[in-house]
């Protein structure tokens, strides 16, 4: 099993910004792909920015040039760094992993990300 821990959410204001982690906890079964989503009220939830098992990575159009996804080997965990960060990006994020040969979807719990003045 995969268990995926988040923090870094918080209060900023337009402008700021803030840096999302997530830790994976260690598992017996391979992580195919790992990436942030988020949903803001009223709003679907949508995928943020990724990583495939080659390091491909992908962000929404909404995002670039602003977001930053990265990883840390060594412990197992995936950053989301976001600058110029406007009030519509005002959602909860959630950290996503597909691991295993069935492909099985893991949720952290996710982490309130508030931008405003």
């Known amino acids: 099993q995969v268990q995926l821990v988040e923090s870094g959410g918080g209060l900023v204001r337009p402008g700021g910004s803030l840096r999302l982690s997530c830790a994976a906890s260690?598992?017996?079964?391979?992580?195919?792909?790992m990436g942030w989503y988020r949903q803001a009220p009223g709003k679907q939830r949508e995928l943020v920015a990724g990583f495939t098992l080659h390091d491909t990575t992908m962000y929404a159009d909404s995002v670039k040039g602003r977001f930053t996804i990265s990883r840390d080997n060594a412990k197992n965990t995936v950053y989301l760094q976001m600058n110029s960060l406007k009030p519509e990006d005002t959602a909860v994020y959630y950290c996503?992993?597909?691991?295993?040969?069935?492909?099985?979807?893991?949720w952290g719990q996710g982490t309130q990300v508030t931008v405003s003045s």
């Open positions: 260690r598992s017996p079964f391979m992580i195919n792909s």
């Open positions: 996503d992993a597909r691991a295993g040969f069935n492909n099985d979807d893991y």
